[in-house]
């Protein structure tokens, strides 16, 4: 039986499952380039990257059980989070740039299941919710650990990345609200939370 679905969320899921694969494959390449230089560091990089793929495998079977459309998604105009790849120069800033995008992760998804009126997408974020967490954790521990060896590069870097995830997060409700009468439900559900998720303390500045 097909599941009743807006258009909206059908580009939502197909969003998500396209920027889980767009983050396994930036983990797995970063993941070669260090190959010999650390470990366990490579351990972590390689599990990290083995997850988002499941992440997004997950949602493509989503999309197939709710036999609704896989959508091409991609960045033509160069504003997501994920344009700005290229930017990180070393492993300390590349880990802060991955690490601010999956700090918003379990707060967009929390959103979206106060929105989504089907019990199959609630399923899905409500099981990789609690995934979020072991990759917020990891890179925390890494980085504190750099900090705690006096590496001044890495608040910086912190700081640098929330600036502009949090300026591209704006513009992506811009977008949202723009698809239509759902997607403008969808912001107004977030925005009814956001200024306490900002508020919230971050790691890095206590």
Not at 35 to 42: F, V, Y
Not at 55 to 73: N, R
Not at 144 to 150: D, F, H, M
């Amino acid at each position: 039986m097909e599941s009743s679905i807006s258009k909206t969320e059908v580009f939502i899921i197909n969003r998500y499952a396209a920027s889980e694969l767009a983050g396994s494959i930036l983990l797995g390449k970063m993941a070669r380039k260090i190959a010999n230089s650390d470990p366990s560091l490579l351990t972590n990089l390689t599990r990290h990257c083995m997850e988002e793929a499941r992440h997004s495998f997950v949602w493509y079977e989503l999309i197939k059980k709710l036999k609704i459309p896989t959508l091409a998604v991609h960045d033509d105009e160069g504003g997501a989070y994920f344009s700005h790849a290229n930017e990180p120069k070393d492993i300390i800033e590349f880990l802060a740039f991955t690490h601010v995008f999956e700090r918003r992760v379990p707060f967009h998804f929390a959103m979206h299941i106060k929105w989504s009126k089907n019990e199959m997408v609630k399923e899905v974020l409500g099981k990789l919710i609690p995934e979020e967490e072991p990759h917020l954790a990891w890179i925390k521990d890494y980085l504190k650990k750099a900090i705690s060896n006096g590496n001044i590069n890495v608040k910086i870097s912190l700081e640098k990345f929330a600036k502009l995830e949090k300026e591209l997060y704006s513009r992506d409700l811009d977008k949202l609200e723009r698809l239509g009468e759902e997607g403008k439900e969808f912001v107004n559900i977030i925005k009814e939370s956001i200024d306490k998720f900002e508020r919230e303390p971050r790691w890095w500045q206590e």
